[in-house]
């Protein structure tokens, strides 16, 4: 009788916790271009900063500055652009989630 039981929570936590656990894994459309230059791995000495563990709101802030030319690139500008609000808010979500 327990097994049923225990059978059926552990479905039901995994249904609760996989759509999350799904976001957080699959990448939004775009954000593999950035593992082009900005090394996920802490391992990795970079001049480029790092986007895993930043807040979404300054990855928001700041891709929107470099698409907009308020903030100064040599390469950002013209990939930013290329992204529509909608697009940087899913991946600045997506690097700000990531571990």
């Not at 995994?14 to 593999?32: N, R, Y």
């Not at 480029?48 to 563990?53: A, E, F, G, K, S």
């Not at 929107?64 to 030319?69: D, L, N």
Request: with cysteine.
């Amino acid at each position: 009788m327990i097994a049923p039981r225990l059978a059926l929570a552990v479905t039901l936590l995994g249904l609760s916790v996989a759509p999350g656990l799904a976001a957080s894994l699959s990448p939004p459309p775009g954000a593999s271009s950035c593992s082009g230059c900005h090394a996920r791995n802490a391992g990795v000495d970079s001049p480029i900063p790092r986007l895993v563990r930043r807040e979404a709101d300054e990855l928001f802030a700041a891709i929107t500055a470099f698409k907009t030319g308020r903030r100064p690139s040599t390469v950002m500008e013209r990939i930013a652009k290329g992204f529509t609000d909608e697009e940087i808010r899913a991946i600045a979500d997506w690097y700000a989630e990531q571990k």
